[in-house]
């Protein structure tokens, strides 16, 4: 699985938007960007994930450059309880094999008051 | 969406002794599951793969006759550690694959914190 790089920190105000980047030159064309989030002492909790297109769900956007070599994770407007370590994962995609998820050391981001 | 428990949440226990942390997917059937440790301001490290019916997956540096998983049904899958030590204080923490969906996400417990005396 190709490697992630991301800042080791962000703060954010709340209510505005927290774009949390990520780094992955070396992804191949069958890899997909996953991203996570951990609040302290808890299980990380699935955020999103794209192959190559924008993605968008109730909880954040995806944006994939053209080039597929960074990312951007977007939490439109960032509340106190966002504040959390953020994952950003490449992995394949198998449907045949478990392939279980490689965490780097991720994003703390602080939603400031 | 799917939901995956892990009992007890903490525990506490002497220096030597063997504490078994719980894994189950409340609502769904999973023939994988992930064990993974978490040490104090650091990122998880995958301990094992855990599959229904078979013997579990060791990362390298994991002591497969320390740490021993056991996956006896499709929602439920243990990890006992063995004689623990204090360096085994650690965020134990397991996922379920979903395996009924085209993308066979992960899910996450909630976490077993030990602390060993």
């Known amino acids: 699985d190709a490697k992630t790089t991301q800042p080791p920190s962000m703060d954010c105000a709340e209510g505005r938007a927290a774009n949390l980047p990520c780094n992955h030159s070396?992804?191949?064309?069958?890899?997909?960007v996953y991203w996570y989030r951990q609040i302290h002492s808890q299980g990380p909790q699935y955020i999103i994930h794209?192959?190559?297109n924008n993605e968008t769900n109730e909880m954040a956007s995806l944006i994939i450059t053209e080039d597929r070599k960074s990312s951007t994770l977007i939490l439109p407007h960032a509340t106190l309880r966002d504040t959390a370590v953020y994952y950003c994962?490449?992995?394949?995609?198998?449907?045949?094999?478990?392939?279980?998820?490689?965490f780097g050391s991720g994003t703390q981001l602080t939603v400031l008051p | 969406g799917a939901v995956v428990s892990q009992h007890p949440s903490w525990v506490i226990c002497k220096s030597g002794t063997s504490v078994k942390i719980e894994c189950r997917s409340l609502?769904?059937?999973?023939?994988?599951m992930f064990w993974y440790r978490q040490f104090p301001k650091q990122s998880l490290m995958l301990m094992a793969t855990?599959?229904?019916?078979?013997?579990?997956?060791?990362e390298q540096g994991v002591e497969k006759d320390k740490f021993l998983i056991n996956h006896a049904s499709l929602t439920l899958s243990t990890l006992t550690v063995t004689s623990a030590h204090p360096e085994d204080s650690s965020f134990y923490i397991c996922?379920?694959?979903?395996?009924?969906?085209?993308?066979?996400?992960?899910?996450f417990g909630p976490g077993t914190r030990l602390t060993v005396l």
């Open positions: 996922s379920a694959r979903f395996a009924g969906g085209f993308y066979n996400e992960q899910f």
């Open positions: 070396t992804i191949s064309g069958n890899e997909y």
């Open positions: 794209g192959l190559k």
């Open positions: 994962i490449v992995r394949l995609l198998s449907s045949g094999s478990a392939r279980q998820l490689t």
């Open positions: 609502d769904f059937q999973a023939t994988t």
């Open positions: 855990s599959n229904e019916g078979s013997k579990a997956t060791y």
